[in-house]
Protein backbone atom coordinates (compact mmCIF):
# COMPACT_ATOMS: atom_id res chain seq x y z
CA UNK A 1 0.00 0.00 0.00
CA UNK A 2 1.29 3.26 -0.93
CA UNK A 3 2.67 5.44 2.14
CA UNK A 4 0.96 8.73 1.91
CA UNK A 5 1.65 11.80 3.95
CA UNK A 6 -0.30 12.41 7.25
CA UNK A 7 -2.31 14.94 8.09
CA UNK A 8 -2.27 15.91 11.92
CA UNK A 9 -3.40 18.09 14.19
CA UNK A 10 -2.42 19.65 18.08
CA UNK A 11 -5.29 20.63 20.26
CA UNK A 12 -9.23 20.15 19.65
CA UNK A 13 -11.69 17.29 19.69
CA UNK A 14 -9.86 15.03 16.79
CA UNK A 15 -10.32 11.64 17.32
CA UNK A 16 -7.55 9.63 18.79
CA UNK A 17 -5.50 6.47 15.77
CA UNK A 18 -2.59 4.70 17.67
CA UNK A 19 -1.37 8.06 19.60
CA UNK A 20 -2.14 10.23 16.28
CA UNK A 21 -4.75 12.99 15.92
CA UNK A 22 -6.30 12.84 13.09
CA UNK A 23 -7.93 15.53 11.21
CA UNK A 24 -9.69 15.81 7.87
CA UNK A 25 -11.81 18.79 6.50
CA UNK A 26 -14.96 18.57 8.58
CA UNK A 27 -13.01 19.17 12.10
CA UNK A 28 -14.16 21.80 13.91
CA UNK A 29 -11.93 24.64 15.72
CA UNK A 30 -13.26 27.52 17.78
CA UNK A 31 -12.03 29.89 16.19
CA UNK A 32 -13.13 30.71 12.72
CA UNK A 33 -9.58 31.49 10.75
CA UNK A 34 -8.75 27.93 12.52
CA UNK A 35 -11.36 26.88 9.96
CA UNK A 36 -9.96 28.46 6.87
CA UNK A 37 -6.13 26.79 7.43
CA UNK A 38 -7.68 23.62 7.96
CA UNK A 39 -9.92 23.70 4.90
CA UNK A 40 -6.47 25.19 3.21
CA UNK A 41 -4.19 22.28 4.62
CA UNK A 42 -7.26 19.80 3.54
CA UNK A 43 -6.96 20.69 0.26
CA UNK A 44 -3.34 20.73 -0.28
CA UNK A 45 -3.27 17.29 0.94
CA UNK A 46 -6.21 16.13 -0.65
CA UNK A 47 -4.93 17.56 -4.17
CA UNK A 48 -1.38 15.62 -3.64
CA UNK A 49 -3.30 12.54 -3.48
CA UNK A 50 -4.56 13.18 -6.61
CA UNK A 51 -2.00 15.09 -7.90
CA UNK A 52 1.23 14.72 -6.59
CA UNK A 53 3.12 18.16 -7.65
CA UNK A 54 0.07 19.84 -6.35
CA UNK A 55 1.66 21.68 -3.79
CA UNK A 56 4.75 22.26 -5.26
CA UNK A 57 2.84 24.58 -7.76
CA UNK A 58 0.67 26.05 -4.99
CA UNK A 59 3.92 27.39 -3.34
CA UNK A 60 6.11 28.17 -6.25
CA UNK A 61 3.39 29.96 -7.87
CA UNK A 62 2.34 31.95 -4.99
CA UNK A 63 5.29 32.28 -3.45
CA UNK A 64 8.48 31.76 -5.74
CA UNK A 65 9.30 28.97 -3.32
CA UNK A 66 10.84 26.15 -5.30
CA UNK A 67 10.88 22.62 -3.15
CA UNK A 68 12.42 19.42 -4.84
CA UNK A 69 10.65 17.93 -1.10
CA UNK A 70 8.06 15.80 -0.89
CA UNK A 71 6.04 17.07 2.36
CA UNK A 72 5.67 14.04 4.73
CA UNK A 73 3.45 15.91 7.27
CA UNK A 74 0.38 18.74 6.60
CA UNK A 75 -0.10 19.28 10.21
CA UNK A 76 -3.21 21.85 11.05
CA UNK A 77 -2.38 22.86 14.80
CA UNK A 78 -5.12 24.63 16.66
CA UNK A 79 -4.43 28.02 17.94
CA UNK A 80 -4.17 29.78 21.30
CA UNK A 81 -4.47 34.14 22.37
CA UNK A 82 -0.40 33.35 23.09
CA UNK A 83 0.83 30.07 21.18
CA UNK A 84 4.27 29.64 19.85
CA UNK A 85 2.83 27.62 17.38
CA UNK A 86 1.88 28.48 13.61
CA UNK A 87 -1.43 27.76 12.39
CA UNK A 88 -0.59 25.29 9.94
CA UNK A 89 3.01 23.31 9.07
CA UNK A 90 4.20 21.61 6.14
CA UNK A 91 7.13 19.42 6.77
CA UNK A 92 9.99 17.26 4.24
CA UNK A 93 12.66 16.15 4.79
CA UNK A 94 14.96 19.39 3.82
CA UNK A 95 11.71 21.61 4.11
CA UNK A 96 9.35 23.48 6.20
CA UNK A 97 6.89 25.65 5.63
CA UNK A 98 4.93 27.60 8.40
CA UNK A 99 1.39 29.11 7.99
CA UNK A 100 0.33 31.79 10.00
CA UNK A 101 -3.26 32.74 8.84
CA UNK A 102 -5.48 36.04 9.35
CA UNK A 103 -8.66 35.88 7.57
CA UNK A 104 -9.11 39.78 9.21
CA UNK A 105 -6.77 42.51 7.50
CA UNK A 106 -4.34 44.42 10.05
CA UNK A 107 -4.31 41.64 12.86
CA UNK A 108 -0.87 40.59 12.41
CA UNK A 109 1.79 40.90 15.65
CA UNK A 110 4.85 41.15 15.25
CA UNK A 111 5.22 39.58 18.63
CA UNK A 112 3.73 36.12 17.15
CA UNK A 113 5.81 36.14 14.02
CA UNK A 114 9.58 36.55 16.24
CA UNK A 115 7.70 33.09 18.10
CA UNK A 116 7.39 31.29 15.28
CA UNK A 117 10.63 32.30 13.67
CA UNK A 118 12.40 31.40 17.19
CA UNK A 119 10.48 27.88 16.43
CA UNK A 120 12.14 26.87 13.24
CA UNK A 121 15.57 26.40 15.69
CA UNK A 122 14.34 22.97 16.71
CA UNK A 123 13.65 22.08 13.28
CA UNK A 124 16.39 19.93 11.42
CA UNK A 125 15.07 21.22 7.62
CA UNK A 126 17.39 23.36 6.32
CA UNK A 127 15.03 25.19 3.83
CA UNK A 128 12.52 27.67 6.55
CA UNK A 129 9.71 29.61 5.40
CA UNK A 130 7.03 31.10 7.40
CA UNK A 131 4.31 32.01 5.17
CA UNK A 132 1.67 35.01 6.54
CA UNK A 133 -1.54 34.27 4.89
CA UNK A 134 -3.89 37.34 5.38
CA UNK A 135 -6.09 39.52 3.00
CA UNK A 136 -3.90 42.41 3.06
CA UNK A 137 -2.25 43.97 -0.08
CA UNK A 138 1.12 42.18 -0.25
CA UNK A 139 2.95 45.60 -1.65
CA UNK A 140 1.30 47.64 1.42
CA UNK A 141 3.72 48.94 3.91
CA UNK A 142 2.09 47.35 6.61
CA UNK A 143 2.87 44.29 5.50
CA UNK A 144 6.56 45.29 4.86
CA UNK A 145 7.06 45.67 8.46
CA UNK A 146 6.71 42.22 8.82
CA UNK A 147 8.74 41.01 5.86
CA UNK A 148 12.05 43.81 7.13
CA UNK A 149 11.84 41.03 10.27
CA UNK A 150 13.15 38.30 8.07
CA UNK A 151 13.44 38.61 4.42
CA UNK A 152 15.24 35.67 3.92
CA UNK A 153 12.66 33.43 5.56
CA UNK A 154 9.30 35.45 5.55
CA UNK A 155 6.95 35.90 3.42
CA UNK A 156 3.17 36.75 2.93
CA UNK A 157 0.83 36.05 0.47
CA UNK A 158 -2.87 37.36 -0.34
CA UNK A 159 -6.06 35.14 0.29
CA UNK A 160 -6.74 36.69 -3.10
CA UNK A 161 -3.89 35.10 -5.06
CA UNK A 162 -5.59 31.70 -2.96
CA UNK A 163 -8.83 32.59 -4.35
CA UNK A 164 -7.67 33.10 -7.68
CA UNK A 165 -4.85 29.82 -8.09
CA UNK A 166 -8.00 27.82 -6.38
CA UNK A 167 -10.04 29.00 -9.17
CA UNK A 168 -8.02 28.65 -12.21
CA UNK A 169 -7.37 24.70 -11.00
CA UNK A 170 -8.92 22.47 -13.30
CA UNK A 171 -9.47 18.09 -12.37
CA UNK A 172 -11.19 15.06 -13.49
CA UNK A 173 -11.86 14.71 -9.67
CA UNK A 174 -15.40 15.66 -9.31
CA UNK A 175 -15.34 15.37 -5.40
CA UNK A 176 -11.89 17.32 -4.78
CA UNK A 177 -13.44 20.02 -7.82
CA UNK A 178 -16.62 20.48 -4.99
CA UNK A 179 -14.72 20.87 -2.00
CA UNK A 180 -12.64 23.53 -3.35
CA UNK A 181 -15.57 25.14 -4.86
CA UNK A 182 -17.46 25.24 -1.74
CA UNK A 183 -14.14 26.76 -0.24
CA UNK A 184 -13.89 29.49 -2.65
CA UNK A 185 -17.75 30.21 -1.74
CA UNK A 186 -16.78 30.21 1.77
CA UNK A 187 -13.50 32.62 1.26
CA UNK A 188 -15.87 35.07 -0.56
CA UNK A 189 -18.09 35.37 1.51
CA UNK A 190 -16.49 35.20 5.01
CA UNK A 191 -13.28 37.30 3.92
CA UNK A 192 -13.91 39.03 1.11
CA UNK A 193 -17.57 40.32 1.84
CA UNK A 194 -17.04 41.28 5.27
CA UNK A 195 -13.37 42.49 6.08
CA UNK A 196 -12.82 45.85 6.13
CA UNK A 197 -10.15 47.31 3.59
CA UNK A 198 -10.65 50.91 4.35
CA UNK A 199 -12.97 53.70 3.65
CA UNK A 200 -13.88 55.97 1.00
CA UNK A 201 -14.20 59.63 2.67
CA UNK A 202 -16.18 62.46 1.29
CA UNK A 203 -13.91 65.52 1.18
CA UNK A 204 -15.53 69.27 2.54
CA UNK A 205 -13.65 71.93 0.90
CA UNK A 206 -13.19 75.26 2.47
CA UNK A 207 -11.58 77.73 5.11
CA UNK A 208 -12.55 74.92 8.09
CA UNK A 209 -11.21 71.85 6.50
CA UNK A 210 -8.22 73.68 5.02
CA UNK A 211 -8.51 71.66 1.94
CA UNK A 212 -8.48 73.35 -1.60
CA UNK A 213 -10.76 72.15 -4.36
CA UNK A 214 -8.39 73.53 -7.03
CA UNK A 215 -5.07 73.00 -5.01
CA UNK A 216 -5.49 69.77 -2.97
CA UNK A 217 -4.18 67.53 -5.64
CA UNK A 218 -1.14 69.27 -6.98
CA UNK A 219 0.26 69.63 -3.02
CA UNK A 220 -0.53 65.96 -2.71
CA UNK A 221 1.89 65.10 -5.50
CA UNK A 222 4.21 67.41 -4.65
CA UNK A 223 4.26 65.55 -1.16
CA UNK A 224 2.76 68.76 1.26
CA UNK A 225 -0.13 66.27 2.67
CA UNK A 226 1.28 63.94 5.26
CA UNK A 227 -1.83 63.36 7.06
CA UNK A 228 -5.52 64.07 7.06
CA UNK A 229 -7.88 65.54 9.87
CA UNK A 230 -10.98 63.98 9.72
CA UNK A 231 -14.35 65.11 12.45
CA UNK A 232 -14.53 61.35 13.86
CA UNK A 233 -12.42 58.66 14.82
CA UNK A 234 -12.33 56.29 11.78
CA UNK A 235 -11.88 52.86 14.10
CA UNK A 236 -10.96 50.84 11.02
CA UNK A 237 -8.09 52.92 10.08
CA UNK A 238 -6.44 53.06 13.39
CA UNK A 239 -2.66 52.12 13.26
CA UNK A 240 -4.11 49.62 10.72
CA UNK A 241 -2.44 50.33 7.57
CA UNK A 242 -5.87 50.57 5.86
CA UNK A 243 -6.69 52.59 3.01
CA UNK A 244 -8.64 55.96 2.86
CA UNK A 245 -9.94 57.01 -0.29
CA UNK A 246 -11.08 60.21 -0.92
CA UNK A 247 -14.01 61.11 -3.24
CA UNK A 248 -13.89 64.62 -4.45
CA UNK A 249 -17.39 65.84 -4.83
CA UNK A 250 -16.74 68.46 -7.39
CA UNK A 251 -14.95 65.76 -9.81
CA UNK A 252 -17.94 63.11 -8.47
CA UNK A 253 -14.82 60.78 -8.46
CA UNK A 254 -12.32 59.22 -6.07
CA UNK A 255 -8.99 60.51 -6.97
CA UNK A 256 -6.54 59.11 -4.54
CA UNK A 257 -5.76 56.48 -1.91
CA UNK A 258 -3.57 56.03 1.11
CA UNK A 259 -2.29 53.88 3.86
CA UNK A 260 -2.98 55.08 7.61
CA UNK A 261 -0.10 54.66 9.40
CA UNK A 262 -1.07 56.07 12.68
CA UNK A 263 -4.64 58.29 14.01
CA UNK A 264 -4.39 60.43 16.65
CA UNK A 265 -6.85 63.12 18.27
CA UNK A 266 -4.77 66.39 18.28
CA UNK A 267 -7.63 69.11 17.93
CA UNK A 268 -5.10 70.70 15.01
CA UNK A 269 -8.48 72.01 13.59
CA UNK A 270 -11.80 72.88 16.22
CA UNK A 271 -14.36 70.46 13.80
CA UNK A 272 -11.86 68.05 12.93
CA UNK A 273 -9.79 66.78 15.48
CA UNK A 274 -8.92 63.39 14.14
CA UNK A 275 -5.72 63.20 12.44
CA UNK A 276 -5.25 60.35 9.95
CA UNK A 277 -1.51 60.10 9.43
CA UNK A 278 -0.09 58.43 6.06
CA UNK A 279 2.18 55.97 6.26
CA UNK A 280 5.50 56.58 4.34
CA UNK A 281 5.08 56.17 0.21
CA UNK A 282 1.99 55.05 0.06
CA UNK A 283 0.19 57.43 -1.51
CA UNK A 284 -1.57 57.09 -4.97
CA UNK A 285 -2.94 60.04 -6.82
CA UNK A 286 -4.74 58.71 -9.54
CA UNK A 287 -4.09 59.95 -13.45
CA UNK A 288 -7.96 59.06 -13.96
CA UNK A 289 -10.33 59.84 -11.16
CA UNK A 290 -12.70 57.07 -10.34
CA UNK A 291 -16.12 58.61 -11.51
CA UNK A 292 -19.33 58.15 -9.63
CA UNK A 293 -20.76 55.56 -12.23
CA UNK A 294 -18.37 53.19 -11.46
CA UNK A 295 -18.44 53.73 -7.06
CA UNK A 296 -22.10 53.19 -7.57
CA UNK A 297 -21.24 50.04 -9.23
CA UNK A 298 -20.19 48.35 -5.99
CA UNK A 299 -22.80 45.98 -4.21
CA UNK A 300 -24.33 48.34 -1.78
CA UNK A 301 -23.28 51.95 -2.81
CA UNK A 302 -26.18 52.37 -5.35
CA UNK A 303 -26.95 55.60 -3.84
CA UNK A 304 -23.46 56.72 -2.74
CA UNK A 305 -23.78 60.26 -3.92
CA UNK A 306 -26.72 60.91 -2.28
CA UNK A 307 -26.38 59.62 1.32
CA UNK A 308 -25.59 62.09 3.93
CA UNK A 309 -22.76 60.18 5.51
CA UNK A 310 -19.07 61.57 5.48
CA UNK A 311 -17.94 58.21 4.58
CA UNK A 312 -18.23 54.60 3.87
CA UNK A 313 -16.36 51.47 4.89
CA UNK A 314 -15.29 49.16 2.20
CA UNK A 315 -14.65 45.61 2.32
CA UNK A 316 -11.86 43.71 -0.07
CA UNK A 317 -14.47 42.00 -2.55
CA UNK A 318 -15.71 45.96 -2.74
CA UNK A 319 -12.48 47.47 -3.55
CA UNK A 320 -11.98 44.41 -6.30
CA UNK A 321 -15.44 45.47 -8.13
CA UNK A 322 -13.71 49.32 -7.38
CA UNK A 323 -10.89 48.87 -9.57
CA UNK A 324 -11.66 45.89 -11.71
CA UNK A 325 -11.58 46.95 -15.71
CA UNK A 326 -10.48 50.76 -14.61
CA UNK A 327 -8.35 51.84 -17.05
CA UNK A 328 -6.06 54.63 -16.61
CA UNK A 329 -5.68 53.98 -12.25
CA UNK A 330 -1.76 54.67 -12.49
CA UNK A 331 -0.09 56.43 -9.65
CA UNK A 332 1.11 59.64 -10.86
CA UNK A 333 5.30 60.65 -10.50
Not at 274 to 294: D, E, G, Q, S
Request: proline share 3%; charged share 25%; hydrophobic share 35%.
Amino acid sequence: MENFPSINTVGGKEHHMNGTRQVNIFTMYGQMENHFTNGLISILRLATLHDSRFVHRFLDSLLKIDICDLFQSFQVLEGYEEKSTADAVLKGENAIVQFETKIESATLRKEQMMKHLDAFKACSQIEQHLVMLTPDDSRSGYVNMFLDIDPTRVQHLEWRKVFSFLSDYETSNIVLQSIISQYLETIKAVIFERDIVGIIAKVSFGEKSGVDADKYLAQMRNGEWTEWNTPRQYKSLEGTGRKLLLYDKNLRSITLEVEIGEVEMTNQEVEYPWTNRFAPNTLRVFRTPIPVAKIETMDGFANFVHERAPYRNITHEQYRQLMSKSDGLQQDA
